[in-house]
């Protein structure tokens, strides 16, 4: 019975997760939620305090549960484990969709249809594909916890996966966060509501890189510092190619 909640549990909390980012796309995208498309009229104090605080919550709850002193202060199974950190996760981005406000102004708004609008919109778009597409390129199902819930259905311990570099893994260290980031940021109209939650989610991303890094150099040892000295961290590998190929012309 523990094994078939555990595989239920960790199904469940895969589509909330799932849901949630979801929701935040509609967010970003304006889809259904306003909040970050339109501006409000008027600043509001009590707006302003409600999004940071949405983002103090959301950015608390990935570094805390992601801590060592979390998985040693509750020791779960690596099924439930998992699984929690997903389903809390998947809850906050509802909530960032529930109630996120409005602010007033925009930073930029470009006419509907114009050449750079539509360029904008497609790197957002392509920031998304590479947020998915990157999850399966280290495993899909061991991010979200479905590989942990099925090895304790199936009675086997679960084991991490190996250090691996492929595909976009080669050209920069974290792929996930460079398609966030140019999904938070690349849009025809930023309104003063979105470039918080932008700058917000870009200062936690940046923090969380370098903690997540300092734990795996001890984790993983020189495979991984050997790793992150030849593997630029967020802009990918073929730009600083082409940069150094610039500067070598030009010491020509």
């Known amino acids: 019975m523990k094994k078939l909640i555990l595989l239920v549990y960790g199904a469940i909390s895969y589509l909330i997760g799932m849901t949630g980012l979801f929701f935040l796309i509609s967010l970003l995208q304006g889809w259904v939620s306003t909040a970050m498309s339109i501006p409000d009229v008027s600043f509001s104090l009590r707006a302003a305090l409600i999004n940071i605080s949405l983002l103090l919550l959301f950015s608390i709850q990935h570094s805390y549960m992601a801590h060592h002193s979390y998985k040693d202060r509750f020791n779960l199974s690596p099924a439930a484990e998992r699984a ?44 998304w594909l590479i947020v998915f597409a990157s999850t399966f390129m280290v495993s899909h199902a061991d991010l979200f916890g479905l590989r942990q819930s099925w090895l304790q259905w199936k009675q086997k311990p679960y084991t991490p996966l190996p250090f691996k570099i492929n595909i976009f893994y080669a050209l920069c260290r974290h792929p996930i966060m460079a398609g966030f980031l140019l999904a938070f940021w690349a849009t025809p109209d930023m309104t003063s509501s979105r470039i918080l939650f932008a700058a917000g989610m870009t200062i936690y991303i940046l923090i969380g890189i370098h903690l997540e890094e300092k734990g795996l150099q001890t984790e993983l040892g020189e495979p991984y510092i050997d790793y992150c000295q030849r593997t630029p961290k967020l802009i990918p590998q073929i730009f600083h190619r082409h940069k150094n190929a610039e500067n070598n012309s030009r010491r020509q």
Do not use: D, K
């Not at 708004?109 to 497609?122: F, H, K, M, N, R």
């Open 84 to 127: 929690t950190y997903v389903l809390f996760s998947g809850v906050l981005m509802i909530l960032l969709f529930l109630y996120w406000q409005p602010l007033p102004h925009y930073l930029w708004q470009l006419p509907p249809g114009s050449t750079v609008a539509i360029l904008l919109l497609t790197l957002g778009w392509i920031g």
